[in-house]
């Protein structure tokens, strides 16, 4: 796993193997920036990584500049190497929190400027997440999720969805409010 660009551009990360993760890959993960660099100023921007796993769009996120990336996770392996890593590099505005997403996402209170979601692609609920995030205001106005699925599920239309793009097996929805 490396980091693609920002002031940490070029730095691998070597997350423990006994994670129960499934991470993006650096293929798609560098067409996902791609695009991104485009449609958002990371300056400024306030993040949120549902099933955050190994942090890999977190770090990538607060690298590029994000003000600030919540890393949410139910595994406590995972949110203590997201932690240990943010401190480790130097990249004081990662928070990473434990907590099961479907809980936090009822309980979330703030609102942010650009949501990425990665589930466990088993995940029965993973077709009803942008909806919840949605219907709880959690995105800013302007702001983008992005849904992260196996190419092969059948996602909901929604007024909000406005793209889909699939790199292999995975593939990325994005939803703007």
């Known amino acids: 796993m490396r980091i693609i660009g ?3 551009g070029g730095l691998r990360l070597h997350p423990p193997t006994s994670l129960p993760v ?3 890959t650096d293929l798609a993960k560098e067409a996902l920036f791609n695009i991104l660099q ?3 100023d990371f300056t400024d921007l306030h993040a949120l990584d549902l099933f955050a796993g190994t942090g890999n769009i977190t770090f990538e996120l607060a690298s590029r500049g994000a003000m600030d990336v919540t890393a949410v996770d139910i595994h406590f392996k995972c949110v203590q190497y997201i932690a ?4 480790k590099i130097q990249l004081p505005g990662i928070r ?3 907590a099961d997403v479907l809980r936090f996402l009822v309980k979330c209170e703030d609102t942010f400027d650009f949501i990425f ?3 466990p692609y088993d995940l029965p609920q993973l077709p ?3 909806q919840l995030v949605l219907e709880r205001n959690l995105l800013r106005e302007q702001g983008l999720l992005i849904l992260e699925h196996p190419s092969t599920r059948q996602i909901p239309a929604h007024p909000a969805l406005s793209d889909t793009r699939k790199y292999g097996y995975s593939s990325f929805s994005f939803y703007k409010k």
Do not use: E, F, V
């Open 6 to 8: 920002g002031t940490h």
């Open 22 to 24: 499934r991470p993006t």
């Open 38 to 40: 485009h449609q958002l």
């Open 84 to 87: 240990a890593t943010a401190k």
């Open 96 to 98: 990473a929190i434990k």
């Open 117 to 119: 979601i990665d589930p």
């Open 128 to 130: 009803q997440l942008p």
